[in-house]
């Protein structure tokens, strides 16, 4: 049996669920303002790998979302997921973070945009049919009333950019989702299944998250 262990902290919900074959056994999960992630994540990890009745040591892979998404959380997931990985000797698989938050929409036609807050109008992006097959790669984005507007057919939007987004995005065939806000480690698990299958796997020792943008240190200007 194939027990993969999904990690996802891109955003401010710190995730964690275990699999078998592709099939969720126990998820654990918060969303907070403040991201605990840093308290939350390795008690979650403890917490069901205790409550599923088996062994770190009976874990086929780790998965773990790759961004893009918040700096300081990307950094903790990847962080333990890689030591799982140096510590049982296993692959660790990585899931794209968008595709993740698509995945929870379901939808018969049209394309996805999942969208994640990148500060004041701008965000990170992607496309996806209903097939879940990437149409556009991920990016970096400012919106405007201009943004998507050559796409006639119906896009549904998912992701924490609903609030600022609703108004400037106002084609007809223009569908929010708000109640699809963040990624989620239960998304992880079909997809994280699919690259095990494959032996799509990172190198454990040199894997990076996708930040897509530089992380920005600002200095106090104030003279001292």
Known sequence: MNYILN???????????????GKI???KEIAEEGYSHAERL??????????????????????????????TGL???VS???????ALNIPLIAVDTLQVLASQATISEGL???????RRMEVYSAIFNSKLEKQREVQAEVITENSFESITEPVYFVGDCADKCQSVL???NFVFLPEIKYPSAKEMSTLS???????DFVDVAYFEPYYLKDFMITTSKKVV
């Open 7 to 21: 990690i996802e902290t891109a955003t401010k919900n710190c995730s964690v669920a275990l699999a078998q074959e």
């Open 25 to 27: 056994i126990l998820c």
């Open 42 to 71: 390795h008690v979650f990890i403890e917490e069901i790998i205790q409550e599923a009745g088996i062994t770190f040591q009976d874990l086929t892979a780790i998965a773990v979302s790759q961004g893009p998404g918040s700096y």
């Open 75 to 77: 950094r903790i997931g």
């Open 80 to 86: 333990a997921a890689k030591g799982l990985c140096f």
């Open 112 to 118: 996805i945009i999942p969208m994640l807050d990148a």
């Open 170 to 172: 106002v084609k007809p």
């Open 193 to 199: 299944f699919a690259k095990f299958q494959q032996s």
